[in-house]
């Protein structure tokens, strides 16, 4: 710890995590909360866990990714704010230099990533549709009556899984429904729901890819053994679910910023008295203009520090102004 | 007083724009070009318009909207077919149909595309303009409207932006260039491609990372062509045709990866997209295919975008070192 660590911060839609890693890539602390629709003081509930043990550290430092990436980033002083595939990327090429293909499963959204010779050559997004992602999951075990931890387990048992459209939530719901008053076993349904998930993901997100191994499992439904199983009787091939596999954003972030601390050198991060400070966003509608931007205004202390949303860059110049 | 004929800036204004202008300023008429678009005419373009249209179309209504107080005519081109044997989409066809819809009091002025062409003939122009002016002064006006669409398009060639090549051609100003740099290729539809709104400033975002975007619009239609001889059978749509031959032109300039930017609901695009995903794959060129609808937030957008460049970025890094 006296060679100082740097922080990775992922801030998902369901889920905050945090990684604090040595300067040699190996993770000493992770940290994974539910984000609760309020990133800010996740992340401040974060940064207390982690403040009595690493307070003293030197972070030399920090990355954020996640769809709330510019928001926490704005306020922690990241030095690096990617997008969750290249951090994505860049983790699962660490842990698994070999790896040819990255299947990634978050809250809201699905990705793949295609690497060819330790370089990402493509990937591929979920479009507005969220019947292949956690969340759905979530929502269908909470209608089973299931903790979502068990329902892994629950889809390995079954011997016979239904076939459930999984082509959209509402529909796959009303077949799950459909299917329970036939008097299918809950293991059958849960281990179809399953299958469904992984036939749709590979139908949206992975369409035209060609799939070829290692596979790397990642995000946070990687924890789900029953989806991992279908993954592997569709694909015909093992799926490997990697160590840190729910933090691999998060750690992929603190990789990148070691990789851009190569480059500049300092650090502008808040320091972790920041779970303690008051944090306060507003966002109103700028009205000076047509466009009509949905400004957002991110205040430390009652001082702003940073601003975005507009197209005119009027209110983002408060960013420049307040780091200097 | 000189009668106001509305322009919408919007579809194929982007391609055609500098024609209409000029054609009716030489006429004695005053052309009013409608704003860029902004999200309150985009927002009532949506309400005023059928569901299954593509967000193009409803922004062009968005468009008639805000010109309807300030014109006297609204002019609205129907193209059919301006090249021998393919055809504008459908939506372009009942366009004048779709318009009168939405604008209800405003009479419209239709630009008709005659014989395979949309540079126009005397026909060209609607009726009940065409009795106050003599043929000789209709195709005087012609004569110089095609000019100033060649000189527009001779611009765009030059690697300008549509916005930029109007204000050279009707300012005479050059605007400032960046230096060149990095090559990115942008396909799609020049009203996709061209308004901020609708690709939520995607050129402006690409120029910031310090690449120089390379369009369709870049190329010249013979080049075009000669890159669709190759293929095995024609394309019907000359939208469509435009995309397929650009992005094998800039498979040939070697450009570092092409961004496909198309509309959702877009049927014809639906088609290309298969076509361009696979010749991409054959040539080993990273291709992103993003599709546009109302709905599309940014971040998604952005995320795509940055990931793209991302991924473009360190394959460099990787090759050189």
């Known amino acids: 710890m006296e060679d100082g660590v740097y922080l990775g911060v992922d801030v998902g839609s369901v889920s905050t995590n945090l990684v604090v890693m040595a300067p040699n890539g190996r993770i000493i602390k992770k940290i994974y909360l539910r984000t609760e629709g309020n990133p800010i003081s996740s992340v401040q509930k974060a940064f207390r866990e982690v403040a009595p043990e690493f307070s003293q550290a030197k972070v030399l430092g920090v990355g954020v990714t996640g769809s709330g990436r510019q928001l926490i980033g704005a306020i922690i002083g990241a030095d690096v704010i990617k997008n969750e595939i290249t951090a994505h990327g860049v983790a699962a090429l660490r842990a698994y230099p070999q790896v040819r293909t990255v299947l990634e499963i978050g809250g809201q959204d699905s990705k793949i990533i295609l690497i060819d010779h330790g370089v990402a050559v493509d990937f591929g997004m979920n479009t507005v549709c969220a019947a292949g992602t956690g969340s759905f999951l979530d929502q269908q075990a909470h209608r089973l009556n299931l903790s979502i931890e068990e329902f892994g387990q629950i889809a390995l048992r079954s011997k016979h899984p239904v076939r459930i459209a999984g082509r959209c939530s509402v529909f796959a719901e009303s077949d799950m429904i459909h299917k329970q008053q036939m008097g299918h076993s809950l293991e059958d349904i849960v281990a179809g729901l399953c299958a469904a998930l992984v036939r749709n993901y590979l139908n949206n997100v992975g369409k035209g890819k060609e799939i070829r191994p290692p596979i790397l499992f990642q995000g946070g439904v990687a924890a789900n053994a029953g989806i991992k199983r279908a993954f592997e009787q569709e694909l015909g091939h093992p799926v490997i679910v990697p160590e840190y596999y729910d933090t691999m954003g998060a750690w992929g972030s603190a990789l990148l910023a070691q990789e851009e601390k190569a480059v500049y050198g300092k650090t502008s991060f808040r320091g972790f008295q920041l779970s303690e400070e008051e944090i306060g966003v507003s966002s109103f509608e700028c009205v000076d203009c047509p466009n009509r931007c949905e400004v957002v205004k991110v205040q430390i202390n009652q001082r702003p520090v940073s601003g975005w949303g507009d197209r005119c860059g009027k209110w983002q110049r408060i960013n420049t102004e307040a780091t200097g | ?321």
């Open chain 2, 1 to 321: 007083m000189r009668i106001k004929i509305g322009i919408p800036r919007a579809l194929l204004y982007y391609w055609y724009g500098p024609l209409w202008r000029v054609f009716l300023a030489e006429l004695g008429l005053t052309p009013v070009v409608s704003g860029p678009t902004g999200k309150e005419l985009l927002n009532t373009g949506v309400k005023a318009t059928v569901d299954e249209a593509c967000l193009p179309v409803k922004v062009f209504i968005g468009h008639c909207l805000s010109l309807r107080a300030q014109c006297d005519f609204l002019m609205v081109p129907r193209l059919v077919s301006v090249n021998k044997k393919d055809y504008i989409c459908p939506k372009f066809m009942g366009l004048p149909e779709m318009t009168r819809q939405a604008v209800g009091d405003r009479p419209l002025f239709i630009w008709k595309s005659e014989k395979n062409c949309a540079l126009g003939s005397p026909q060209a122009l609607p009726a009940v303009l065409r009795q106050g002016f003599s043929a000789r002064r209709i195709k005087k006006g012609l004569q110089k409207a095609e000019a100033a669409f060649r000189t527009y398009h001779r611009l765009l060639q030059e690697g300008l932006f549509p916005e930029e090549a109007e204000t050279v051609l009707f300012t005479g100003a050059f605007p400032h260039r960046a230096e060149k740099g990095r090559r990115i290729g942008l396909i799609g539809h020049p009203y996709c491609l061209y308004d901020p709104l609708i690709n939520l400033g995607t050129i402006d975002l690409l120029q910031r990372y310090g690449f120089q975007v390379l369009a369709p619009e870049y190329f010249t239609p013979r080049q075009i062509e000669a890159e669709l001889r190759l293929l095995t059978k024609p394309l019907f749509w000359t939208l469509s045709q435009r995309i397929v031959g650009a992005f094998r032109l800039l498979c040939k300039q070697r450009v570092e990866g092409i961004i496909y930017l198309s509309a959702f609901a877009c049927g014809p695009e639906a088609l290309i997209g298969e076509l361009v995903k696979k010749e991409a794959k054959v040539a080993g060129l990273p291709l992103l295919q993003l599709a546009l609808d109302e709905h599309s937030g940014e971040a998604g957008l952005v995320t795509r975008i940055e990931a793209f460049i991302d991924l473009l970025q360190r394959k460099r890094r990787l090759s050189c070192v």
